[in-house]
């Protein structure tokens, strides 16, 4: 039996190894690469900090970086409130499960459809394109993320701890402040993480959204690697990658819920 | 303020949620410093009574007046009245301490007013030591008297406890009741309190209402409603019954209970009491602990008992200080038989015949209200 078991054990974790090699493989070669002194995938050169630098200097990729972190931001905080008063609203006064399936829609339908779509839209309105209207673009589909993630939290939250609240004095507004808002702001912490993230290396709807000459940081690194990849790309993708990764397990951290994000 | 009123009135109020009428025109009245049950099963309107006490559900007909004042339309924050959550509802983000202040900072209250009241109501329920803790470290039992603590601290009017013991395990629930009536005395506050549980609203009320599908049935202190019950439904829910049913034949004091295999005697009183008629159909209850049980062999009389029969001892069951024993009687009927342990008949096995018969005054007359009945003659309650 005992070996039998422990077989079993074996056979899985080469498995699973096999699919971690196969997802992130390829990442971690961009990180090692980063660190290539010649800035080559074919040869090794020596561990060096010279493509960090370099990227220092290259200021069409740091403003494109500013105008990413800009756009993320605003989109962020926009969404945040909006969404966490939609998953409220949603949670507590609407009974039509039509109109709670269309509040996630801009989550699920494809990018370059919403893109398109918004493009058309803003056009429609004789919008100038820039920053703003990436950023307006973002907030449409991270409003349902947001929302999404703070319902899930307020699924678990006690309605009765509201009441208790207004019955020993305070009305709704305070109840909302003491009670209601500390006890779903993991929920918020967590969506607002995740639409930055989502936000921040967004490209398609980015791109189609985008004003003259202030592109994100995707479509900047996108139009540099049609003239090829210059290693500093590399090293700004090791940041990005890190910022991510650091801010998606806080994400899952704050909202309890693994598995899910 | 009327003085000599009672201190909650509650007249014909009518709660509809769609097509499903909740509370079903229900009048009540509780007096200042009473202990008072709300007992039903799930979904009689009970709870639905309670929370228009609290405000969170408008009535949509009636008055709720609270020392002649009515209520309605004033919001929950600026009632005088307390409530007691099922799930305790403590703020699971603040100490026991900071639950307990919660509403005397609502008050904006001083700091030592705060501090002293605080620290009494948590010393009366025992938990002063545990002020700084959070909800989540506590056991089911001290989180139910942070619950309590909080709900008192204010000196409320009037303190409205949602099952106040269900959440509890059954031993800390036995000893919880002692402890909530209690402190009940202590506070001197009025309790209104929602149950299920016909035992917990023996036990711990001065008086309770009876509910079933929105509408009270009976009001009363827990001996009338266990003696004296007015309806099948009170009797078959409170506590354990043999019912018997028949059409009612009043001839001067020969009052009897025509059943479909025979007839039963009734006191006269018994029928006057519920203003039953002649023709009516009507059950007759009769207590577990009142029907005696008789072996045929014993050749001992019958007499003193009104109304006999005779049938097979099929089970019993020991039980400590009871013993219960179900009889079949020569019709198909059982009846269920109740004795203290260490009774002459401890040792009646099963399959030995037996007479069972009850006092006349013992059997209670009750209209036979078709709903409640569910199985016609026969055993009914807990088994």
Known sequence: MRSKFLKRVRALDVHLVLVYLFLYGPIVML????????????AWGGFSLKWYGELAR??????????????????????????????????RAVRSTLLDAFVFVPMIIPDIVLAIALLSFYSLLKMRLGLYSIMLSHIVFNIAFVAAIVRTRLSYFDPS?????????????????????????????????????ISFDEFVIAFFTAGPGQPTLPIQIYSMVRFGVTPDVNALSTIILFISITSILVAQRLSGMRGVL | ??????????????????????????????QQGEFFALLGPSGCGKTTLLRMLAGFETPDSGEILLEGEDLVGVKPWKRPVNMMFQSYALFPHMTVYNNVAYGLREDRLDKQEIDRRVREVLEMVGLLG????????????????VALARAIVKQPKVLLLDEPLAALDRKLRVEMRLELKRLQHEVGIA?????HDQEEALTMADRAAVMNAGQVL??????????????????????????????????????????????????????????????????IVIRPEHLQIIPAASGQETNGLSNTATGMLIETAYLGSMRHYIVELDDGTRVMAQTQAGHIFDSLTEG???????ELERGVLVPADDEALIEGAGLSGAL
């Open chain 1, 31 to 42: 990180i090692v690469l980063s660190f290539n002194e010649l800035g080559l995938p074919t």
């Open chain 1, 58 to 91: 290259n200021t069409a990729l740091l403003n494109a970086g500013i105008n990413s972190l800009i756009v993320a931001g605003g989109s962020t905080l926009v969404s945040a409130v909006i969404g966490t008063l939609l998953a409220i609203g949603l949670e």
């Open chain 1, 161 to 197: 701890l509201e009441e208790a609240s207004m019955d020993l004095g305070a009305t709704q507004i305070k109840t909302f402040l003491k009670i209601t808002l500390p006890l779903i702001l993991p929920g918020i912490m967590a969506g607002a993480l995740l639409a930055f993230t």
């Open chain 2, 1 to 30: 303020m009327s003085g000599n009123g009672p201190l909650v009135a509650i007249r014909n109020v009518v709660k509809r949620f769609g097509s499903i009428v909740a509370v079903n025109n229900v009048s009540l009245d509780v």
């Open chain 2, 130 to 145: 545990l002020a700084r803790r959070k909800p989540d470290t506590l056991s089911g039992g001290q989180k139910q008297r």
């Open chain 2, 191 to 195: 309790f209104i309190f929602v149950t």
């Open chain 2, 218 to 283: 009976q009001v009363g202190t827990p001996q009338e409603l266990y003696e004296l019950p007015t309806s099948l439904f009170v009797a078959n829910f409170i506590g354990e019954s043999n019912v018997f049913t028949g059409s009612l034949k009043v001839a001067g004091d020969d009052v009897t209970v025509v059943g479909a295999e025979r007839a039963w005697r009734v006191s006269a009183e018994a029928s006057r009491r519920v203003g039953l008629k002649d023709g009516d159909a009507v059950a």
């Open chain 2, 352 to 358: 030995t015949r037996v007479s069972v018969g009850w």
